[in-house]
């Protein structure tokens, strides 16, 4: 089951795959495995110019397999790149012990003088909620982990992060103009309710996210799949 497909001509930045490849593809197999149901997910490499000259293609989408709840099979979607300035989550060693206790004390002061509804340096700053190519990963859930790869010990990078929701309560300032009223606040200024919100419909565990990384020493290696 596909969840994701971009070309590298439209991410700024973006490194290429295995022998120079600049079209990547996420896939989810659409049935839960062993006894913790795990999921099992793809990420596939190809050059965007053989693709886009394929001899054949499907005439059409294969049948959706029956599943147990309606956020396994993602809603279609056509993905509208915007770049923005993201920044490192702010926790442990994720930055300097001094840049990180200036944080807390700005936002400390952000909550005294506009209560639970002010903006904050994890929520509406340093990452954006949703689907996003590159920037930094999300630790809300678990703290902030070492991701290397398997097979050199490489620091492995964030290629893509895949979210339930891309919009949240702290998420004010991500929000785009068109779908917010400016006079109201976190979910309650979404225009279009739920389907704005959640446009793809699928959910990667309770109030988690989908962290793919790669391996910037070698592409060719493993990815790893985080939730967090």
């Known amino acids: 089951m596909g969840l994701a497909q971009f070309f590298g001509r439209d991410v700024p ?11 990547v593809q996420l896939f989810r197999c659409p049935r839960t495995h062993g006894p913790y149901l795990e999921r099992r997910y793809l990420l596939q490499w190809r050059l ?14 294969p049948e959706v397999p029956l599943l147990r709840w309606e956020d396994e099979l993602p809603e279609a979607c056509v ?3 915007e770049e923005v300035d993201t920044y490192p989550w702010a926790e ?3 930055l300097p012990a001094a840049l990180i206790a200036r944080i807390d004390a700005w936002d400390d002061a952000q909550t005294a003088e506009g209560g639970r509804d002010a903006p904050n340096y994890q929520g ?12 930094f990963p999300s630790w809300a859930s678990t703290g902030p982990m070492d991701i290397t790869c398997a097979s050199c010990t490489a620091p492995m990078r964030l290629l893509l992060t895949a979210g339930g ?9 991500w929000m785009p103009l068109e779908d917010r009223d400016p006079s109201l606040q976190g979910m309650a200024s979404i225009r279009g309710g ?10 990667f565990g309770r109030d988690r996210d989908l962290h793919v990384f790669t391996c910037p020493a070698d592409p060719g290696h493993l990815p790893q799949w985080v939730l967090s």
Request: aromatic share 4%.
């Open 165 to 173: 929701d891309e919009m949240d309560p702290d998420s004010h300032s």
């Open 13 to 23: 930045g973006l490194a290429a795959g295995p022998g120079g490849a600049d079209l």
């Open 48 to 61: 965007a110019a053989q693709a886009e000259r394929a001899d054949r293609f499907l005439d059409a989408a």
């Open 92 to 94: 442990d060693d994720t």
């Open 124 to 135: 509406a700053l340093s990452i954006p909620p949703g689907w996003r190519v590159g920037g």
């Open 79 to 81: 993905v509208h790149p």
């Open 194 to 203: 739920q389907s704005v919100a959640q446009p793809t419909r699928l959910r």
